[in-house]
């Protein structure tokens, strides 16, 4: 059936020889997945990944010129003039039914059509700092932290502690975690920013409010590939590892410092007593902060976006509130409030907010290129 046979049956037809293009290279990549022997394992792993990638859309695309075959079939029904009265009104019930259908089919497309962030696929590392706001400032970064990690726990990802400085009365100055698993970049990378919280301090007698902040990046974890590192461009000092309130937590010279001399980037690891093992998740950090920092610089855009959520730290810049008095969440770049504090804090309901930032980031760009 032609396109003028069909009319005005969805708004995808001036793009129809790209989604057939998408539909022949599902098949193509499934047909070389089932009948070539001679594959590399990387080579296989890649075909299956676009395989899979493909699916979702394939299967939108077909269900769409399913759905366009027949309303353009209703349409020439109804307008028969030898169809009956009550087939005709069949006709248009069923009319009335597809077309209601057709824009979250189109949706589908359109977001499956977007450029895929290179990053989405990949584990990430998760850093929290205290901003303003004290010791209580430290007891919020530990809470968000703990928060993240039971995230990850309902994703069945895995939640790997690398450093934890520790406040002198409880609570992190800072905490860093590797979360790995499916999809891990692509869910977390909107929850960079600066976070608020308004709550009462146990420490308070008189139950005033107090508000604080702590920041939150979300980097993707690096490859070797995606970011090389020559040793003559770093610098590795070793000292000896310590605890909260400056005691030494062993006596041996464990804890490794290392700065990235073009860039001045300087990562520390003391958690562990092997200096080999703390060398090596410097270094897997070190890597995710200069593989962040290469997709800045080839973004003005997102390195813009970027700079605005992190932050300094300070309570004004903030992206989401946590309001403990009134039970409520506030994401302030989409406006969104959640009465269901507790379950956020448990990594229960943080999905329901992370859902909505994905659908406002894919509105966004489907704008873009309209």
Request: proline fraction near 2%; include cysteine.
């Amino acid at each position: 059936m032609s396109v003028e046979q069909r009319g005005n049956v969805g708004s995808l037809e001036s793009i129809r020889e790209k989604l057939d293009q998408v539909v022949a290279r599902h098949a193509t990549v499934g047909d070389r997945l089932v009948s070539a022997g001679d594959l590399g394992n990387d080579e296989r792993r890649k075909l299956q990944k676009e395989y899979s990638d493909l699916s979702d859309i394939v299967a939108a695309i077909q269900e769409w010129n399913k759905s366009c075959a027949e309303i353009a079939a209703l349409r020439a029904m109804i307008d028969s003039p030898s169809e009956d009265a009550d087939v005709k009104a069949m006709a248009e019930e069923d009319l009335e039914s597809l077309e209601a259908r057709l824009p979250d089919l189109e949706n589908a497309i359109q977001v499956g059509l977007l450029p895929k962030d290179e990053a989405d696929e990949k584990n990430a590392i998760l850093e929290v700092r205290a901003g303003t706001g004290g010791e209580e400032a430290a007891l919020f970064a530990a809470d968000l932290f703990r928060m993240y990690q039971r995230y990850a726990e309902l994703h069945r990802w895995r939640f790997e502690v690398m450093e934890l400085s520790h406040a002198d009365k409880g609570g992190y100055k800072e905490a860093t975690a590797s979360i790995s698993g499916a999809a891990v970049f692509a869910r977390l990378k909107f929850e960079s920013g600066v976070h608020r919280v308004q709550r009462v301090p146990e420490t308070e007698a008189q139950g005033r409010i107090h508000t604080s902040a702590a920041t939150v990046a979300v980097l993707p974890e690096a490859e070797e590939v995606d970011i090389e590192i020559n040793e003559k461009d770093l610098r590795i000092d070793v000292f000896r590892a310590s605890g909260p309130g400056g005691q030494s937590v062993n006596t041996t010279d464990s804890a490794v410092r290392i700065t990235h001399i073009p860039t001045g980037v300087v990562v520390s690891q003391q958690d562990e007593k092997s200096q080999h093992k703390n060398k090596a998740k410097a270094m897997k950090i070190l890597r995710a902060r200069l593989y962040e920092k290469k997709r800045e610089e080839q973004d003005a855009v997102r390195a813009a976006n970027r700079r605005s959520q992190v932050g300094s730290g300070d309570r004004s810049e903030r992206i989401r509130t946590y309001n403990f008095p009134q039970g409520r969440v506030t994401d302030h770049r989409i406006g969104l409030t959640l009465h269901k504090l507790d379950r956020v804090m448990e990594g229960e309901a943080l999905d329901e907010v992370i859902d909505a930032l994905i659908s406002r980031d894919q509105a966004a760009r489907l704008a873009a290129i309209e």
